[in-house]
């Protein structure tokens, strides 16, 4: 009985011992083979300029394949560029002038049309300017179809904050660069 | 006599393994849900990191940090990370507190790399239950000086990054189809910002949308039958919705200055931003069409670039205040949100714990990991160029 009194005690150490690197023992390292390849995720990304099929739609996206065969002239309207406050694509009264010479312009030579660069300062997260930009060319073209000229003939574009023409991280900058270009478009010869 | 006290070892013996088995079980299964006012605000998990070789433990201090984790001496550690890594990555975790092992793990094949993403995986599913981000992957915009740039996709800590495209034109917004090996994404490369399918096993793309005007910001729905974008075709930029391979064709929204689409998990909602009643605001609309609802986000005026996390409960923006900060409040409304860090353009890791954003330096972007709880960030590797616009696969 005397050496049952020290088997207790020695009996729960050792189990305890054998318990806590038990599990260890019971289950040995786990080997995890990594397959080769990026991520798993992406295999070999093809050449990227494969491009599939047709145009959706039949190729008749909305009003953009009237404007395939035509040349841009940015020198002809380079002087009429209208320029925006901070976060706003509303035409300001100064700038009816150059709109209203883009007008005459395009009334002049009816077989012209007319593509809407919408631009915008660095201040703007990058899809959001997107929108914007768009929003200023839009707001151009609506103007100038106040003005008579058919919307049918004029294309908008937004480059958001990617085209600014003064670099610059300043207002001096921004003002030039939140702004509408306008490019007269001429039909290709044998067109 | 002998037979009494092998009898008494056995019994011991089984009980106490069990027991402290079982306990080993239960704690790979908690599953922590936090509340918002830990936003930001939690303490990092002390673990320490010993034996593996610098690469390697670089690579783990990276994955962890970013997943909440901060580094002490084993004698701090409330969990010690130990092995080696010669040869092969060979680990194993001590819950220090509870005096047990929670992982014991060796990795073979492919590179160094990646055995140690594996392994960091296993710690942070080990420690707190939730699956890790380690072997994720990510797509993201490198643009140069010109404004054009290419779409790339990455690791997550942006290595072993590829450029998908090879255009030299403007580019922007790439989209992962969930669970495929396909994105989304805008490009000017047909004269137009036009939206792209592509599939980047084969390098086969069409193009999704090529309207008059913008077709941008593409968002592949949660199970890739779906993609929302913004249009103007209809004379302002709205939400829209199609098939992927363009047929299909809906407006959803007449809201006027929508941007930034996103869906909610469960593929019945978009969120966007917007403006409504003169307030820039983020809002939502039934993906099959319905009223425009408006999200508030009370004390974040000028919110944008909304994403909503893969576990349904929370969205982050950007906040466009002067400055743009990375926001994140719970997708019910029922708390305000929290500003977090100076960013823009945030995307939720798959275990909606981690974002990825850009932030602004010198004149161009780097793009960074930002661990939602404790508030840690850290650069992925940088492609040169101006790096922006992520999204992170789901």
Redesign the interface.
């Known amino acids: 009985m005397k050496?049952?009194k020290l088997?207790?005690p020695m009996?729960?150490v050792?189990?305890?011992t054998?318990?806590?690197t038990?599990?260890?023992n019971?289950?040995p390292?786990?080997?995890?083979?990594?397959?080769?390849?990026?991520?798993?995720?992406?295999?070999?990304?093809?050449?990227?300029?494969?491009?599939?099929?047709n145009?959706?739609?039949g190729g008749q996206?909305?009003?953009?394949s009237g404007f395939d065969n035509y040349n841009e002239d940015r020198a002809a309207l380079a002087n009429y560029t209208i320029h925006f406050a901070f976060d706003s694509a509303a035409i300001r009264e100064k700038e009816q002038a150059n709109l209203q010479a883009v007008a005459s312009a395009l009334s002049s030579d009816p077989s012209t049309k007319l593509t809407i660069e919408g631009n915008c300062d660095e201040?703007?997260?990058?899809?959001?300017n997107?929108?914007?930009g768009?929003?200023r060319?839009?707001a151009a073209r609506q103007a100038l179809a106040k003005m008579g000229i058919d919307p049918a003939r004029v294309?908008?574009?937004?480059?958001?904050k990617?085209?600014p023409v003064d670099?610059g991280?300043d207002e001096s900058a921004w003002s030039q660069n939140r702004r509408d270009d306008f490019v007269l478009l001429h039909p290709k010869t044998g067109a | 006599?002998k037979n009494?006290?092998r009898i008494?070892?056995s019994l011991?013996?089984a009980?106490?393994?069990v027991?402290?088995?079982r306990g080993?079980n239960d704690q790979n299964e908690i599953v922590i849900n936090r509340p918002v006012s830990e936003l930001g605000n939690t303490k990092p998990v002390p673990v320490s990191i010993e034996g593996f070789s610098s690469e390697v433990t670089d690579i783990l201090k990276f994955d962890l940090y970013v997943q909440g984790f901060t580094f002490v001496a084993p004698d701090a550690a409330q969990y010690q990370i130990s092995g080696t890594s010669a040869g092969d990555v060979?680990g194993r975790v001590v819950d220090r507190f509870a005096?047990?092992?929670i992982l014991?793990?060796?990795?073979?094949?492919?590179?160094l790399r990646?055995?140690a993403h594996?392994f960091a995986d296993?710690v942070v599913q080990a420690i707190t239950g939730k699956k890790g981000i380690a072997?994720?992957?990510i797509a993201f915009k490198v643009?140069g000086a010109s404004?054009n740039g290419e779409i790339y996709?990455a690791?997550f800590d942006g290595h072993?990054a590829?450029?998908?495209?090879?255009?030299g034109t403007?580019v922007?917004?790439p989209s992962w189809v969930p669970g495929r090996?396909a994105l989304y994404y805008?490009s000017y490369k047909l004269g137009?910002?036009d939206i792209f399918y592509?599939?980047?096993?084969?390098?086969?793309?069409?193009?999704?949308?090529?309207?008059?005007?913008?077709n941008?910001?593409p968002a592949a729905s949660p199970d890739g039958s779906r993609v929302a974008m913004?249009m103007?075709?209809s004379?302002?930029?709205n939400v829209w919705v199609a098939n992927p391979?363009?047929?299909g064709l809906r407006k959803l929204t007449s809201t006027s200055?929508?941007?930034?689409p996103c869906w909610s998990p469960d593929g019945e909602w978009i969120c966007f931003?917007t403006k409504i009643r003169e307030r820039r605001v983020l809002a939502k609309v039934p993906a099959g069409g319905g009223d425009v609802q408006v999200i508030h986000t009370t004390g974040a005026p000028n919110p944008?670039?909304p994403d909503w996390s893969p576990d349904g409960k929370w969205i982050a923006f950007?906040l466009?205040a002067?400055e743009?900060d990375i926001c994140v409040m719970p997708a019910d409304g029922s708390a305000p949100p929290t500003i977090l860090v100076r960013g823009?353009?945030p995307s939720w890791s798959p275990n909606s714990r981690t974002l990825i954003y850009a932030r602004r330096t010198g004149?161009h972007y780097v793009l960074s990991l930002l661990d939602v709880y404790t508030k840690q960030v850290k650069d992925i590797r940088q492609i040169s160029g101006s790096d922006?616009?992520p999204a992170w696969?789901k």
């Open positions: 050496m049952m088997v207790y009996a729960f050792l189990a305890l054998l318990a806590t038990g599990c260890r019971h289950k390292y786990g080997v995890t083979p990594i397959p080769n390849g990026p991520g798993g995720q992406v295999g070999d990304i093809g050449s990227g300029g494969t491009m599939g099929g145009l959706p739609g996206q909305a009003s953009l201040r703007g997260t990058e899809e959001y997107r929108a914007l768009e929003r060319a839009l294309r908008t574009i937004s480059y958001g990617d085209k670099a991280h | 006599m009494c006290l008494c070892l011991l013996f009980i106490f393994a027991a402290l088995c080993q060979v005096k047990r092992n014991s793990r060796s990795y073979n094949g492919a590179t990646r055995q594996a296993d072997q994720t992957r643009q404004g996709v690791d072993n590829q450029a998908v495209t090879h255009d403007i922007s917004a090996s805008n137009n910002p592509h599939n980047l096993n084969t390098g086969e793309r069409h193009v999704v949308a090529h309207y008059s005007g913008s941008i910001s913004i103007s075709r004379g302002s930029p391979d363009g047929s200055e929508d941007s930034s931003a944008t670039e950007t466009q002067g743009f823009e353009d004149g922006s616009e696969a």
